[in-house]
């Protein structure tokens, strides 16, 4: 791929789900108002019990949108609500920790820019300046997931659970997300895929963080994910998979 190419303006809607992340928020907020893609920030604090919220406030740039969700509902719900605020032509995933770089925001939108993708994925595993080493079985649950994803879409990416998910706002417009938690990678893949998209994955840096750092996502979280990318393929309906959702909210121990 060419040199990343320059913003012409700002033209990108950044959606940051957050829960109880105070001690990157402010951080994450310098990096992604300093690129010059940024036109909005939509901010979606999931009923942290922390600082984040008052945090986010403190932040005086108008580009900066706060929702604040009553309830703990998880990161689906979270960009649900975030992207449904987009105004934007292109809109962006960003984690309000610092395991990804908005630096690298020419990198996601230049295919999009280009015209010649709807959808850009941003794969750890392709490529990029440097990544921390941290769970191998993160690692390997990642690419079974991917690979068992690629399955049932017929598309061939390599990091299917990636946060760096861009794409022009009509795109978001075409489908409606249910997925409450982290299902909401394997939905967004399937029907990202089901709606014919042209899809391109450029490689980014990963600085993964490790439980104590604060990260979130588990083994129960990987269940969900398979029954999701069952549930949203095009098989799904014949399989009549949403049948199995009580067996598999017992096993997670959450809702979708």
Same mark, same amino acid.
């Given at each position: 791929?060419?040199?990343?190419? +320059?913003?012409?303006?700002?033209?990108?809607?950044?959606?940051?789900?957050?829960?109880?992340? *105070?001690?990157? &928020?402010?951080?994450?907020?310098?990096?992604?108002?300093?690129?010059?893609?940024?036109?909005?920030?939509?901010?979606?604090?999931?009923?942290?019990?922390?600082?984040?919220? /008052?945090?986010?406030?403190?932040?005086?740039?108008?580009? %900066?949108?706060?929702?604040? *969700? /009553?309830?703990?509902?998880?990161?689906?719900?979270?960009?649900?609500?975030?992207?449904?605020?987009?105004? *934007?032509?292109?809109? %962006? +995933?960003?984690?309000?920790?610092?395991?990804?770089?908005?630096? /690298?925001?020419?990198?996601?939108?230049?295919?999009?820019? *280009?015209?010649?993708?709807?959808?850009?994925?941003?794969?750890?595993?392709?490529?990029?300046?440097?990544?921390?080493?941290?769970?191998? !079985?993160?690692? +390997?649950?990642? @690419?079974?997931?991917?690979?068992?994803?690629?399955?049932?879409?017929?598309?061939?990416?390599?990091?299917?659970?990636?946060?760096?998910?861009?794409?022009?706002?009509?795109?978001?417009?075409?489908?409606?997300?249910?997925?409450?938690?982290?299902?909401?990678?394997?939905?967004?893949?399937? #029907?990202?895929?089901?709606?014919? !998209? @042209?899809?391109?994955?450029?490689?980014?840096?990963?600085?993964?963080?490790?439980?104590?750092?604060?990260? #979130?996502?588990? !083994?129960?979280?990987?269940?969900?994910?398979?029954?999701? &990318?069952?549930?949203?393929?095009?098989?799904?309906?014949?399989?009549?998979? @949403? #049948?199995?959702?009580?067996?598999?909210? @017992?096993?997670?121990?959450?809702?979708?």
């Amino acid at each position: 791929m060419s040199t990343p190419v +320059v913003a012409p303006h700002p033209c990108l809607s950044v959606v940051i789900p957050a829960f109880n992340e *105070q001690a990157t &928020i402010l951080e994450i907020l310098d990096r992604v108002l300093a690129s010059p893609f940024t036109a909005e920030v939509v901010v979606v604090d999931d009923a942290s019990t922390d600082s984040t919220a /008052e945090l986010v406030r403190s932040v005086n740039d108008s580009r %900066i949108k706060l929702l604040a *969700q /009553e309830i703990n509902q998880g990161k689906g719900a979270a960009l649900r609500r975030g992207f449904a605020e987009a105004t *934007q032509p292109f809109v %962006i +995933v960003q984690d309000a920790d610092l395991e990804y770089d908005p630096a /690298e925001y020419p990198r996601m939108m230049e295919p999009l820019l *280009q015209g010649t993708a709807d959808v850009v994925f941003g794969s750890r595993f392709t490529g990029g300046d440097s990544r921390r080493v941290v769970y191998y !079985w993160h690692s +390997v649950g990642n @690419r079974l997931l991917t690979t068992m994803s690629n399955v049932f879409t017929n598309i061939n990416l390599t990091d299917m659970e990636t946060c760096y998910k861009a794409f022009r706002r009509e795109v978001l417009a075409s489908f409606t997300l249910e997925e409450n938690r982290f299902g909401i990678e394997p939905e967004i893949t399937a #029907k990202v895929a089901r709606g014919g !998209w @042209r899809i391109y994955e450029v490689g980014i840096t990963y600085a993964g963080r490790t439980y104590d750092e604060g990260k #979130k996502i588990g !083994w129960r979280d990987g269940i969900r994910a398979i029954y999701c &990318i069952l549930l949203y393929s095009s098989l799904g309906p014949r399989l009549q998979i @949403r #049948k199995a959702e009580p067996f598999v909210n @017992r096993i997670t121990g959450k809702r979708a």
